[in-house]
C-alpha cells in the first residue's frame, strides 16, 4: 500500500518560494509521481508529474518555469520548488503517484498554500 505524506505549505507572500516535500511510503518505483492543486471554488488541477524510467517532467502551463518537481536518488521523498508565488498559486496541494501518465491512483491529504499580494 502507498502512502503519501506532504509537507512544506505556509503563508508566503507574493514573489517567493516555498518547497513541498511529500514523504512516501511503499514501494514506488516505477510509478508517475505528481502534484496536483485545488483552489478555493475550483477543481482540483494537475501541476507537475515526473516519469519513473525517464526522469523527464511535465508542467501545467501556470507553472512552467517557476515549479520544479523532483525526487531524489533513491529516496522516498518528492519534492516541488515552487519560485515566483503569485496569489493565483494559493491552493491545496496534493502528492499523488500512480501508473497512468498523470498519476491519480493514489493521494496524500494535502497541504495548504497561501500567498499573499
Known amino acids: 500500500q502507498v502512502q503519501l505524506v506532504e509537507s512544506g505549505g505556509g503563508l508566503v507572500q507574493a514573489g517567493g518560494s516555498l518547497r513541498l516535500a511529500c514523504t512516501v511510503s511503499?514501494?514506488?518505483?516505477?510509478?508517475?509521481m505528481g502534484w496536483y492543486r485545488q483552489a478555493p471554488g475550483k477543481e482540483r488541477d494537475f501541476v507537475a508529474r515526473?516519469?519513473?524510467?525517464?526522469?523527464?517532467?511535465t508542467y501545467a502551463d501556470s507553472v512552467l518555469g517557476r515549479f520544479t518537481i523532483s525526487r531524489p536518488y533513491a529516496k522516498n521523498m518528492v519534492y516541488l520548488q515552487m519560485n515566483s508565488l503569485n496569489p493565483e498559486d494559493t491552493a491545496v496541494y496534493y502528492c499523488?503517484?500512480?501508473?497512468?501518465?498523470?498519476?491519480?491512483?493514489?493521494w496524500g491529504q494535502g497541504t495548504q498554500v497561501t500567498v499573499s499580494s
Open positions: 511503499g514501494y514506488i518505483t516505477m510509478y508517475t
Open positions: 515526473l516519469d519513473p524510467n525517464s526522469g523527464s517532467t
Open positions: 499523488t503517484a500512480g501508473g497512468g501518465f498523470y498519476p491519480t491512483d493514489y
